[in-house]
């Protein structure tokens, strides 16, 4: 099983910064792609960055210039660091890889960590 656990998230006062951090039980220098998400209660779980295993990345556009992604190959680890945080960003953060597995083919597979949560006071 691919494991994922995310740590870093916690209290932070509006205008603050943070750094997520996620462990991945496997390597990730050829996954498909890894990134983060969140989930406000009353709100779908929306992505906020990836990166694609050729460097390519997205970010959502309510984070774009203040959240930057990166990952740590050579220890299995990907980061989110939040800076000018606001109350908005108040979510469950969740790591997430994709990752092609199996025979042949083989079938794109997503693994999530249980969450870390982020509050960001007024």
């Known amino acids: 099983q691919v494991r994922l656990v995310e740590s870093g998230g916690g209290l932070v006062q509006t205008g603050g910064s943070r750094r997520l951090s996620c462990t991945v039980s496997?390597?990730?220098?050829?996954?498909?792609?890894v990134g983060w998400y969140r989930h406000a209660p009353g709100r779908l779980r929306d992505l906020v960055a990836s990166i694609a295993n050729g460097g390519g990345t997205i970010y959502a556009e309510a984070v774009k210039g203040r959240f930057t992604i990166s990952k740590d190959n050579a220890n299995n680890m990907v980061y989110l660091q939040m800076n000018n945080l606001s109350p908005e960003d108040t979510a469950t953060y969740y790591c997430?890889?994709?990752?092609?597995?199996?025979?042949?083919?083989?079938?794109?597979?997503?693994?999530w960590g249980p969450g870390t949560q982020v509050t960001v006071s007024a």
């Open positions: 496997r390597s990730i220098d050829s996954v498909n792609a």
């Open positions: 997430h890889v994709n990752v092609r597995e199996g025979k042949g083919w083989g079938t794109n597979n997503d693994y």
